[in-house]
């Protein structure tokens, strides 16, 4: 590459760090969706920082920087919102949904203070604090239109069979947003989700409660290692969580042996690229930089292969792996 094409590249990256705190700085704060809402006529900035409770001043440069990076349109000191920047920031039911993304990237870097120390001693950081949680929470919205939208569209005798109703697991269940989306999908069905941290077990069960659900969803805290819970389950999830586990191979034959006969294991993530073209992608990117903050935490994203191995080592049958649209690869096992 030319020297003057890369330095282009290199500024453009440099450009994009900018833009990513723009970007959460507008999801987070309601910039965006105050500015959606006000449709056509826009939003001044004075209307913007009042309907939002910031500083006006501060909304001011905001704006103005939302307008160099292309996120807003400013005419006359009036901005408003095109429709497709809305749908992928804000629409949360579309698979294209990428706000999630930018809030969990800007607030999982606030902890890279400590990235040197890791790589000088090679000790991951023992803990994360619980803002860290709740923005993963933020990118499991995606996930879980991913999961409706491109999944179970690939499985329509897996929908049939919810339909009529059964036991759901939800396996390292984060804030419950899976749950509550699979209870209202499927009324006839009852679910349980366990999980290890305790914020983001308030935070589902206050999530489950808001949205009435108390009767048909229950969440367990266990420890990190425990994999699965006694009992038969029609269906065993795991949404974006397997990776993290200390032993995957032990938690996917403890979640086999709970199923009943025609019942469904399923695994959904984001996977390591397996040739160096994919990895050169924008997608590529992108996970190269969620593959960092996960080694941080001594964990780290897997290629194909090490979930077949996964499987294989727990005396699996071999899972059908499906490459869905978004990048994300759900593996599916029924068990006859």
Do not use: K
């Amino acid at each position: 590459m030319r020297l003057d094409d890369r330095f282009d590249d290199l500024i453009a990256a440099l450009g994009g760090f900018y833009r990513t705190w723009l970007v959460f700085l507008g999801v987070d704060l309601g910039f965006f969706r105050a500015i959606r809402a006000a449709g056509e006529g826009g939003l001044r900035v004075e209307e913007l920082a009042l309907r939002t409770s910031t500083h006006p001043r501060a909304v001011e440069t905001w704006a103005w920087a939302a307008e160099a990076h292309g996120l807003v349109q400013a005419d006359d000191g009036v901005m408003t919102l095109d429709p497709e920047t809305a749908l992928i920031l804000l629409d949360e039911q579309r698979s294209e949904f990428l706000g999630g993304q930018f809030v969990h990237s800007v607030v999982a870097t606030l902890d890279w203070d400590r990235m040197i120390d890791f790589f000088r001693t090679g000790v991951p950081v023992p803990a994360r604090p619980d803002r860290y949680r709740s923005a993963i929470e933020q990118v499991t919205r995606q996930d879980i239109a991913v999961f409706f939208t491109e999944g179970l569209a690939a499985m329509p005798n897996l929908v049939a069979r919810l339909v009529t109703g059964g036991r759901v697991l939800d396996v390292h269940c984060g804030g419950g947003r899976w749950l509550v989306a699979m209870a209202q999908r499927f009324p006839a069905l009852d679910l349980v989700g366990i999980e290890a941290e305790p914020d983001s077990i308030s935070r589902a069960r206050e999530l489950i409660e808001d949205a009435g659900l108390s009767a048909r969803i229950r969440i367990e805290q266990v420890s990190r290692d425990e994999v699965t819970r006694p009992g038969r389950f029609d269906l065993v999830y795991y949404q974006y969580a397997l990776h993290f586990l200390p032993d995957p191979t032990a938690s996917l034959r403890a979640s086999w042996d709970a199923l009943d006969p025609g019942g469904s294991l399923l695994v959904l993530d984001w996977l390591l690229p397996t040739d160096s073209g994919e990895m050169r992608t924008i997608h590529g990117e992108l996970i190269a930089g969620v593959h960092l903050d996960e080694v941080f935490m001594g964990a780290g994203l897997r290629d194909v292969a090490a979930y077949r191995d996964w499987f294989a080592a727990a005396g699996l049958p071999e899972p059908t792996v499906m490459e869905l649209p978004s990048g994300a690869t759900l593996f599916a096992l029924e068990r006859r």
